[in-house]
Structures are given as structure tokens and as C-alpha cells.
Antibody, heavy 125, light 108 residues
Framework: QVQLVQSGAEVKKPGASVKVSCKAS????????IHWVRQAPGQGLEWMGI????????NYAQKFQDRVTLTSDTSTSTVYMELSSLRSDDTAVYYC??????????????????WGQGTTVTVSS | EIVMTQSPATLSVSPGERATLSCRAT??????LAWYQQKPGQPPRLLIY???TRATGIPARFSGSGSGTEFTLTISSLQSEDFAVYYC??????????FGQGTKLEIK
């Protein structure tokens, strides 16, 4: 079945970087866009960015433009989210998600149908 | 940036009753709206996309309506498993997706 499996929890110090992985299975990674969304403790959902794994084109929320990098490795069907210059308010659960429509039939900047289990990133000195 | 405002923040409804959740956009998003359900400790689950199309496996008691700036999610007869937080999300004004702040649906 279609699955996105994310890497495990991370604890980082302020100023450090974190890289979270999202491994896709059950479908071909390059056929769907992947999004990253985060959720601070007790808070709502915040969209961070999107990547087209076929070619690697990206777009980021303005808030994260200078600190986030999304990449993909098609050989391992894995997408990565790297967030730099971490602050305490980056403490959150980070989710990757796949769109509902494949690129070939109109996907790209659409609703998110398949989600990873989430990765908790804690930033603390 | 388009701001999505959900109301009410908390909705208390008895099992078997109807729940109506609202979502408003600060400018027209056509029908490019999704609804998600989230339970504690779980990722969001897509319920509705295109404002009114149910995602695969979503029960018929969930329905979405609206276009432009006003949207509604209706749950016709609440089941125990429906008590959760619900988020709307616009994907019209990309690459800046925005979510509403959420509506907590609780048992009355």
C-alpha cells in the first residue's frame, strides 16, 4: 500500500540544522508532488513547502524561504526536509504528505491525501 | 496572503446529531479548498477536496459545500469516531498554502 515513512525524532540545539527524511513506498516517487507541513505543540497546521521529486523543483512558504531546503533522491524514493538556524519555536511535529492527484493528470499544488507519521523535532539548549 | 478563518473554534454536539463547520477565506479561492480531520497523535486525514469531493474511503455522512470565500463541512449524523479537530486549507493561491486555525468538535 502507499506509505510515507519518516525518520525518527530529533533533539537539536538552537542554531543547529535538522534533516528529516520521508521514504515513499507503494508508488513511484516522481509521479506526485510532496509537501511538508509542521505543527507546533497544541497548535494548528503550517505549510512549509513543496517539491516535485521529478526534477527537484521547489517552492517554499515565505516564512521559511531562507532556512528550509527540500530535496529528493529518486534512487531511494526519499524526500528530505532540512531546516537550518533552528530556534526554540521550531519545536514541532514535521509531516511530509503526498498529493491526491498525480502530476500527469493535474497534480501539483493540490490537496494532500497521504501523510507520513510525523517526526518530532525538539529544539532546546 | 489569504487568511482562512474557521468557526466556531469549538463545537459541542451530541452523537447522532448534525455538525456544521464553517471556513471563510479573505479572498476568493474558487473551489480550491480541502478539509482535514486530525485526531490526537495522528497526522491529518483528507476528507474533502475541491470543496465538495469526498476522498477515497470517506463516509457519505461527510459533505462539503461552498465556493469563493464561504465553505461548509457538514457531518450529518455524528459517530463517536468523528470527534476530532477539523482544518480547512486553501490551495488556490499557491505557492502559499494556508490552513484555518481549526475547529475542535467535542462531545456534548
Amino acid at each position: 500500500q502507499v506509505q510515507l515513512v519518516q525518520s525518527g525524532a530529533e533533539v537539536k540545539k538552537p542554531g543547529a540544522s535538522v534533516k528529516v527524511s520521508c521514504k515513499a513506498s507503494g508508488y513511484t516517487l516522481t509521479t506526485y508532488y510532496i509537501h511538508w507541513v509542521r505543527q507546533a505543540p497544541g497548535q494548528g497546521l503550517e505549510w512549509m513547502g513543496i517539491i516535485n521529486p521529478s526534477g527537484g523543483s521547489t517552492n517554499y512558504a515565505q516564512k521559511f524561504q531562507d532556512r528550509v531546503t527540500l530535496t529528493s533522491d529518486t534512487s531511494t524514493s526519499t524526500v528530505y526536509m532540512e531546516l537550518s538556524s533552528l530556534r526554540s519555536d521550531d519545536t514541532a511535529v514535521y509531516y511530509c504528505s503526498r498529493e491526491i492527484l498525480p502530476v500527469a493528470i493535474g497534480g501539483g499544488y493540490y490537496a494532500m491525501a497521504v501523510w507520513g507519521q510525523g517526526t518530532t523535532v525538539t529544539v532546546s539548549s | 496572503e489569504i487568511v482562512m478563518t474557521q468557526s466556531p473554534a469549538t463545537l459541542s454536539v451530541s452523537p447522532g446529531e448534525r455538525a456544521t463547520l464553517s471556513c471563510r477565506a479573505t479572498q476568493s479561492i474558487s473551489g480550491n479548498l480541502a478539509w482535514y480531520q486530525q485526531k490526537p497523535g495522528q497526522p491529518p486525514r483528507l476528507l474533502i477536496y475541491g470543496a465538495s469531493t469526498r476522498a477515497t474511503g470517506i463516509p457519505a455522512r461527510f459533505s462539503g459545500s461552498g465556493s469563493g470565500t464561504e465553505f461548509t463541512l457538514t457531518i450529518s449524523s455524528l459517530q463517536s469516531e468523528d470527534f476530532a479537530v477539523y482544518y480547512c486549507q486553501q490551495y488556490n493561491n499557491w505557492p502559499s498554502y494556508t490552513f484555518g486555525q481549526g475547529t475542535k468538535l467535542e462531545i456534548k
